[in-house]
């Protein structure tokens, strides 16, 4: 477990930088922890080198240490231990009087914010070190490239166009930084967001095509397979979406953070249309407490379910509208409510009369028993209706009942 892998002078690769005071030093956990994020394998070795590198002195006078040790962190999707190291960072003086070490703690809290689905405050930290002339130019293309997926989350695509325009994308691009990839990501983005799927795929293609010739083959540090997947499925090239979700799905689980294998079953979903798949992915990322991309998990289930006329859409559909909103994701919002609406409206359509009747009556406040003498049926009788009932309008049972509109 110990195992501590020999200094590389090749130093840095991706996801690792230089910072003025970076320059090596024996036995760094780090360097370890760098190894295993990049290959991909290993996530419990790889946290704990990285949380070692972080309690270690020697490291702790090396910005580009706790970097690569809050790189991995985030990269394992453990949001808590993440946001608990920077809380710790924040309080101390000693990064931030070494050069480049605030920035780095304000990006990573910015993305975990983001993960965490926390909009403001990432877009705000993000945007002021975009436009920070006084960082390093890796840094800020880093910045610049998040900040482009909290708009596009967000379905700011004209926004996210005009930040990629005016920090001159296609020079930066053409300069080959550290985090050429991510900025190929940001690209490809806003190309879906206007409908230019040829031209996302090759970018998010393009992207892949850079890490895995670099050495790096864990979907949770670039995830670039499952806007390639979607971007595939508009062109009408399944088997392009087939061969590259099933690729994600097995790097994801050799990592195996629970954000990761839940991104991946939610993209195989789309491909297989599949709900278990897409059932485990939403209990995935719920579990793992990364929110991003929850709701559009729920919805894409919600929608499916719904259009079955089933009701297990409605709870999915009220907690994406909850998780939507909460992240500031509007047209999630307006999404859930529509097709919530829809739900109900089918549901009302589909009573018969002495439902109607038998459901008006249990509303009044009467008992199965009043019910049943005032129809004359039988309490089984009225049960049936009942349980009925609360299946087509999705309800658990009397509790429910206040919140139901009958249309008669
Ligand atoms: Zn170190």
Not at 64 to 90: G, Q
Not at 253 to 268: E, I, M, Q, Y
Not at 329 to 340: C, I, N, T
């Amino acid at each position: 477990m110990d195992t501590v892998i020999a200094l590389n002078p090749a130093l840095p690769a991706f996801p690792a930088m230089r910072f003025a005071s970076g320059e090596s030093h024996a036995t760094c956990h780090a360097v370890t922890a760098l190894a295993l994020v990049r290959a991909g394998a290993d996530r419990p070795a790889a946290i704990h080198h990285a949380e070692s590198a972080l309690d270690d002195p020697g490291c702790a006078a090396h910005v580009s240490c706790t970097w690569t040790s809050l790189v991995t962190l985030l990269a394992a999707a453990a949001p808590h231990a993440l946001d608990a190291r920077l809380h710790e960072l924040e309080r101390s003086s000693q990064l931030a009087a070494r050069a480049g070490g605030e920035t780095v703690v304000e990006l990573l809290r910015a993305r975990c914010d983001f993960l965490l689905g926390q909009q403001d405050r990432a877009r705000a930290v993000l945007t002021r070190v975009v436009h920070d002339r006084a960082t390093a130019l890796d840094l800020r293309c880093l910045a610049l490239a998040w900040l482009t997926h909290v708009l596009v989350a967000a379905r700011q695509h004209t926004a996210a166009r005009h930040l990629l325009e005016t920090n001159d994308i296609e020079r930066l691009l053409a300069r080959r930084t550290t985090y050429r990839p991510l900025l190929l990501m940001a690209r490809g983005a806003v190309h879906t967001g206007a409908g230019r799927f040829a031209r996302g795929l090759e970018d998010f293609q393009e992207a892949g095509r850079g890490l895995t010739e670099a050495g790096v083959h864990n979907p949770a540090l670039v995830t670039w397979r499952p806007p390639a997947v979607k971007a595939a499925l508009r062109l009408g090239n399944r088997a392009l979406a087939a061969e590259l979700a099933t690729e994600e799905l097995a790097a994801a689980r050799r990592w195996g953070s629970p954000h990761a294998v839940g991104t991946a079953l939610h993209t195989r979903s789309l491909v297989t249309g599949d709900n278990a798949e897409l059932e485990d992915s939403i209990s995935l990322m719920e579990l793992g407490g990364t929110h991003f991309l929850l709701p559009e998990a729920l919805l894409e289930l919600g929608g499916r379910l719904a259009a079955e006329g089933s009701a297990a859409a409605r709870p999915r559909l009220e907690r994406a509208a909850e998780v939507a909103a909460l992240m500031g994701h509007h047209h999630q919002v307006h999404e859930a409510q529509r097709l919530l609406a829809t739900l109900s409206r089918a549901a009302e359509v589909r009573l018969s009369d002495q439902e109607t009747r038998v459901l008006s009556l249990a509303q009044s406040g009467c008992t199965n028993k009043q019910i049943a003498a005032k129809l004359c049926l039988t309490v089984r009788g009225v049960e049936f209706h009942l349980s009925s009932c609360y299946r087509k309008l999705g309800l658990s049972g009397r509790r429910d009942l206040a919140a139901v509109r009958i249309a008669t």
